[in-house]
Structures are given as structure tokens and as C-alpha cells.
């Protein structure tokens, strides 16, 4: 495990950490990532996804639907937002089901999980001004 901070100053530089750190991730990862409401999550998702090779246009937050699913790049990615949840277990989500293994998972608010989930990579994302986020990666 590593850990790096970063300091932003956009969504751009927010997304370009994210998809340094997608660029690197394998079937089988997760990401955790925490951060206030309007921190940057789904920005950063959005940088996954492009490290993915997936178009960073197609994610949007996942609020309503709980789970979205992005294919067309090297992996597919899951992204998950928990914000809408009381406290509960990934496999009440399905999320086994849908085939994540072959994947890689991204869950906002994990605080909402019941469990630990060994291995994941966390992304705590800090709000410091409108435009500048202090952003901790231990992976």
C-alpha cells in the first residue's frame, strides 16, 4: 500500500489524478472513495473511466439507480453511489452478481458499507476553496 497526496485546483487536474490511478487499476479492484457532497467524486470517477479508456462523458452520478455500468475500454467499470442507502452489504447490491470481479468497482460514500473491504484502494477528496481539493490515494 502507497499513499499520495495531491492538491487540485479544477475538475481537470481532479480527473487528471483519477486517471493516472485508472491507468494502473485490474480486474478485481476497488475504489473507495469519500468525500462531502460536492467534493468531486463523480469528477473523479469520471478520471477513472478515462484511464479505462472509457468516455468520461458517459458517467454521471449514480444517485438514482444506485449502480451504473461503463463499458468500451480495457476493463468495465462499476460505479456505485451509496449516498441514498442506509448502512448495507455490496452483496445486497447484486454487486457479485453483476460480474465486478471482471471489473473494477467504484463506490461513493463507502461509509455506508457494513464491511471492510480489504484491499481496496481509498480516495479521500477534501474540500479546501470552490476550486481546490486536497486529495489523499492509498492504494
Known amino acids: 500500500m502507497s499513499e499520495e497526496f495531491h492538491t487540485t485546483h479544477s475538475e481537470e487536474e481532479t480527473v487528471a489524478v483519477a486517471r493516472a490511478l485508472g491507468a494502473g487499476l485490474k480486474a478485481g479492484d476497488v475504489v473507495l472513495?469519500?468525500?462531502?457532497?460536492?467534493?468531486?467524486?463523480?469528477?473523479?470517477?469520471?478520471?477513472?473511466?478515462?484511464g479505462l479508456g472509457i468516455d468520461p462523458d458517459e458517467v454521471s452520478s449514480p444517485t438514482f439507480t444506485i449502480v451504473h455500468e461503463y463499458r468500451g475500454g480495457r476493463l468495465t467499470l462499476y460505479h456505485a453511489d451509496l449516498y441514498r442507502l442506509e448502512r448495507t452489504a455490496t452483496d445486497d447490491l447484486g454487486l457479485e452478481e453483476m460480474g465486478v470481479a471482471d471489473g473494477v468497482l467504484a463506490i461513493e460514500w463507502p461509509d455506508r458499507l457494513t464491511h471492510a473491504m480489504p484491499g481496496a484502494a481509498t480516495v479521500e477528496i477534501e474540500i479546501v476553496d470552490e476550486t481546490t481539493r486536497r486529495i489523499a490515494v492509498d492504494s
Do not use: D, N, Q
Request: glycine residues 22%; charged residues 15%.
Open 33 to 50: 472513495l469519500s468525500g462531502t457532497l460536492g467534493a468531486g467524486k463523480t469528477a473523479f470517477v469520471r478520471g477513472l473511466a478515462e
